[in-house]
């Protein structure tokens, strides 16, 4: 199971679960290193969504901050060209993708062919006959999320293909939503 963190009280609760993953989906530029180096204290794994982070940019700089100066071990983004970056400045990275026809599941495939992020995150989650295709068409693993509400949506996904998913339901994060550690 991979925690995607949205609020505060999102981030408190997680800090008490037993996920180690988390998609740190909120921050600006001048909390982000107080939430990071608090995570890290908890040995968690920590992706940052680049998107969502108020106040980075997302050009060379902002990813080489990103990774030496805020601690961040990996990136979730949209973009392919951050993908780039972040490979180039060490980090692990997650290309997000938006599948809601058959074309963006055919140019998803290719970007991320292209672009070879760590692993790819499908979304929406319930969409077990794309993740199944998505992952005989990529060499990495995939993650998906988004309108997963149930536990057996959780193994549905993982039983499709799905190396794991992420989710900001925290009544999910108990249960068993990965097939191994992300690292």
Known sequence: MIASIKSPKQFEKFL???????????????????????LKRENKTVFLHAERINGISLDRDGIDYLAKRVGADGI????ASVIQHAKRAGLMTVQRLFLVDSDAVTSGIKMANDHEPDA????????PNVIEHVAGSVPFPIVTGGMIR???EVHQALSHGA??????????????GMKEDII
């Open 76 to 79: 979730v983004t949209t973009k």
């Open 120 to 127: 790819l995150e499908l979304m929406p989650g319930l969409i």
């Open 16 to 38: 008490q679960s037993d996920v180690t993953t988390t998609f740190l989906m909120m921050g600006t530029l001048s909390t982000l290193d107080r939430y990071v180096s608090h």
């Open 163 to 176: 190396f794991a998913v992420s989710t900001g339901d925290e009544r999910l994060w108990a249960s068993q």
């Open 150 to 152: 149930k536990p057996i």
